[in-house]
């Protein structure tokens, strides 16, 4: 900055606030399968150009009942015949029913899969199967339904439950995001609704089973084995998961921010070990980096993990055990971004994950946001800025919470970090940090809303965050732009007379910090002011022309500024 003192600012409001706001709230249907997919997460779960389209009704899936249900326990059982593309299986629910009139017990469970028996508490029950449910008649307040199953598990969503093979081997594995765990197993489908969970699986010999959690035992008999894993934090059924394959494992040993020993489990086809090797070892940096942030890993006495499946549009974040699609193993750290996504995640949307789908911005937003963090922290603020403006876009076509149709966009990863990094902004760096870290300790293993989210900003930083949210977040569509016309007028001083207008159709007037950088000669100046209405006239006096004033120049607003003839 030179000669700042060269430059007297006065700064002239004008013009009234319009009062209203433009909101856009679309409800998805889970039922639908999920066809296509448009950048999930900038290429961090896909690269293919089109939507995702859920569409309406959400009670189509979720009975009422179902919110008042809490599931304590999952005990799976699958016996695995990829020649025939079936299963065998058995399930073991043991929960809670809640304070409802109803005197039955609603699973989600895809009706194609046939049952042979279902106990309740032990005796044969007189249930009743819809498209998507089970209506299970029990008067108790616990239950302990036990169903046992067969056939062959749809494939819906991102790949639910998909039989594929790899060099003449089979492949089988999960990924039930976001209401498709049903496919394979009855669940409470809620992602509130967490559980622990014991999985097995049986298969082959030749293949390896790997899971959520802690791996117990393998037990042998003839040509094929059981592998059981048991989860000793709770997880959300979309989280739950299991990969199968002919996989080379191998194993690392991670020392947490707290002295504790993380086990860094991998596996990979046999082809790609050394390109494993190479890009799975991010993990131990970027856990550094997170715990270092955020606090230690949230799963510490289970394991991290990454296991190598066929979904090659992306990654998916299965608690402890992340699946990357075997195109991201390159052995050159190509996409070292997915694998800090993936991570990150591990604190933000399995420790503490979203209340429902319509918050999923609380998940791969802050998901997305850790990763400009990772690069601040590794390489330093310019790197941060860069990463953040190469995700910049006008995210138009609805809110960012409840983001409807487009569950998947760009809008709700994208938009969610500028969110962050805005609010970051706002507060100021030390209270940022603050944030995150209550906000997270508050709801480990446990679900929150934005509305918490919120809640913990507020009480932090002191101060009023409710026009931030709704603008940003709730009812705000796309992002904020000004219009600017700079006039002149000379005597003594040069008057510059910048006019702004709010010109954005989906919200209608945004209240923001706005930062000027006014170069007039070889002198310059940051000027800074905050913006409530929808015209705003700004004055600055200097002793000669300015040749520029630069909007934003630290990149502090998602915001477009363009010039026009203002009248």
């Not at 507020?458 to 219009?483: A, C, P, R, T």
Request: proline share 3%; aromatic share 16%.
């Amino acid at each position: 900055m030179k000669n700042a003192r060269k430059i007297n600012i006065i700064v002239i409001f004008a013009a009234a606030i319009v009062s209203g706001l433009i909101g856009l709230f679309l409800i998805f249907n889970p039922m639908e399968k999920l066809q296509k997919k448009k950048d999930y997460g900038s290429a961090l779960k896909a690269s293919i150009d089109d939507d995702i389209y859920v569409d309406s009704l959400l009670s189509v899936y979720f009975r009422e009942e179902q919110y008042y249900q809490d599931i304590l326990h999952y005990e799976i059982r699958l016996d695995l015949f990829p020649e025939y593309e079936e299963i065998k299986a058995k399930v073991i629910i043991t929960g809670i029913k809640g304070k409802t009139t109803n005197d039955s017990i609603y699973l989600n469970f895809y009706d194609n899969l046939e049952i042979s028996s279902l106990l309740v508490n032990g005796n044969k029950n007189n249930y009743t199967r819809t498209d998507y449910h089970l209506a299970i008649p029990n008067e108790n307040d616990t239950f302990r339904v036990e169903v046992d199953y067969y056939g062959s598990p749809q494939s819906l969503g991102f790949q639910s439950f998909q039989f594929g093979d790899y060099n003449e081997s089979p492949v089988i594995y999960t990924l039930n995001q976001p209401v498709y765990a049903s496919t394979w197993f009855p669940c409470n489908d809620l992602p509130d609704d967490k559980a622990q969970a014991d999985i097995f699986i049986t298969s082959d010999t030749s293949l390896t089973n790997v899971s959520n959690g802690v791996l117990i035992d393998e037990e042998y008999f003839g040509e094929r084995k059981t592998t059981h894993w048991k989860t000793v934090y709770p997880i959300s059924t979309y989280l739950i998961s299991f990969y199968s394959a002919n996989y080379s494992n191998f194993k690392e040993r991670y020392t947490s921010i707290a002295g504790n020993t993380l086990l860094l489990d991998y596996y990979s086809f046999p082809n790609h070990l050394s390109e494993a090797m190479t890009d799975y070892s991010i993990s131990s940096k970027a856990l550094r980096v997170f715990e270092e942030l955020f606090g230690e890993y949230p799963f510490i006495n289970e394991k991290y993990g990454i296991a190598e499946f066929l979904w090659n549009i992306g990654a998916m974040e299965h608690q402890t055990i992340t699946g990357m699609g075997t195109t991201f193993l390159t052995g050159r750290n190509f996409y070292i971004d997915i694998y800090i996504h993936e991570l990150a995640h591990q604190w933000w949307g399995n420790a503490v994950g979203p209340k429902n789908w319509r918050e999923l911005w609380l998940n791969e937003g802050f998901a997305t946001y850790s990763q400009a963090l990772y690069w601040e922290k590794t390489k330093g603020k310019n790197s941060y800025t860069n990463f953040l403006e190469s995700h910049f876009g006008t995210f138009s076509g609805g809110t960012l919470y409840d983001p409807g149709q487009n569950l998947f966009g760009r809008r709700v990863y994208d938009k969610g970090a500028w969110v962050l990094h805005m609010l970051r902004c706002e507060v100021g760096d030390s209270l940022f940090f603050k944030i995150l870290r209550n906000y997270y300790n508050s709801f480990r293993y446990k679900n929150a809303s934005t509305e918490d989210f919120k809640r913990i900003a507020e009480n932090i930083s002191n101060k009023n965050l409710g026009k931030f949210f709704d603008q940003w977040v709730i009812d705000g569509v796309g992002i904020l732009e000004v219009e600017y016309d700079l006039k002149y007028e000379f005597s003594d001083k040069i008057i510059s007379r910048l006019e702004l207008r709010q010109a954005q159709e989906g919200y209608a007037v945004y209240h923001f910090p706005l930062e000027l950088k006014i170069i007039a000669g070889e002198s310059s100046l940051i000027s800074n002011h905050y913006i409530t209405s929808l015209d705003t006239t700004l004055y600055f006096e200097t002793d000669i022309k300015p040749s520029k004033i630069i909007f934003d120049p630290n990149s502090k607003l998602l915001a477009l500024f363009r010039e026009a003839n203002l009248k």
